[in-house]
């Protein structure tokens, strides 16, 4: 019997097939968000990298900030802690984990809606921030690229973009170097290898210079021996004389 098939409704069909263990059942959801659970599945470096990624937040300009689907742990209400007395926006395709975003925070502190990250329903120049917390591993190709055209879209001008990830391929790390390991990790997560092999930052300038942005590195940090990476991407807009070439 497949699973999965009764997570279908209005969900990708990558995370339906592939995550639904993880994300969509409810008692997974509750088993899932505890923190030794959470720290446990990054090796315990959980507070290292909420911490990296909320000093990068003070940096980044605050008018609108999106958390670009929802996450276990403690980020969403330490971002609404943050932000007060502004708003923090998040979307997820899964109700259950806005459920779950929701009952962390009081009501007015966060604006959350139910969309595909690949499609987002928001004007574009929208947001100053976008955040994205261990999202881009998780989807296949396509969606990757769906999703990082979306943020260029509706980062404005002078916005930021925070991304906590794995970082490239890590072939001198001891965990990915123990086959039995590798193997697991691969398995848990079908989309990761090619994750690995992505060009994050030339993908990115490719789909900003579709929404006639530019975007660059301004700043990034390895964590765990260079296993995950916090980075911080600047966009900006694309001078009007090399537009009109």
């Known amino acids: 019997m497949k699973l999965y098939r009764h997570f279908q409704d209005g969900i990708p069909w990558y995370l339906a097939r592939h995550y639904w263990w993880a994300y969509l059942w409810s ?25 990296a990624t909320m000093s990068r ?24 802690g943050m932000l007060q007395p502004k708003a923090l926006h998040i979307t997820d395709v899964a109700t259950v984990q806005l459920k779950l975003a929701r009952s962390k925070t009081s009501k007015g502190q966060l604006l959350a809606t139910r969309m ?16 994205l ?12 690229i769906n999703t990082l055209s979306e ?8 916005g930021t973009l925070l991304l906590t990830e794995y970082a490239p391929l890590p072939k001198q790390h001891c965990l990915y170097r123990f086959p039995p390991f590798r193997w697991l990790l691969t398995t848990l997560e079908p989309f990761l290898a090619s994750f ?5 930052e030339s993908q990115l300038r490719e789909l900003a210079a579709m929404h006639g942005k530019n975007v660059s590195l301004h700043w990034s940090k390895n964590i765990f ?6 980075s911080e991407f600047r966009v900006s807009s ?8």
């Not at 959801?29 to 507070?47: E, K, M, S």
């Not at 690995?196 to 994050?200: A, E, I, K, S, Y």
């Not at 694309?238 to 070439?245: E, G, N, Q, Y």
Request: hydrophobic residues 45%; contains cysteine.
């Open 151 to 158: 943020c260029m879209r509706t980062i404005m001008p002078g």
């Open 116 to 131: 595909n990250a690949e499609s987002m329903g928001y004007k574009q120049d929208i947001f100053s921030t976008i955040i």
């Open 196 to 200: 690995w092999q992505l060009n994050l």
């Open 57 to 80: 937040l003070e940096w980044a300009p605050k008018e609108r900030v999106l958390q670009l689907t929802c996450v276990y742990g403690k980020l969403t209400p330490k971002l609404v």
């Open 225 to 230: 021996s260079g296993f995950y990476r916090v």
């Open 133 to 144: 917390f261990f999202l881009l591993h998780e989807m296949p190709p396509e969606a990757r």
């Open 27 to 51: 008692a997974a959801v509750w088993f899932f968000d505890h923190q030794p659970i959470i720290n446990a599945i990054l090796f315990g470096q959980y507070q290292k990298l909420m911490q």
């Open 238 to 245: 694309v001078s009007p004389l090399i537009r009109d070439k």
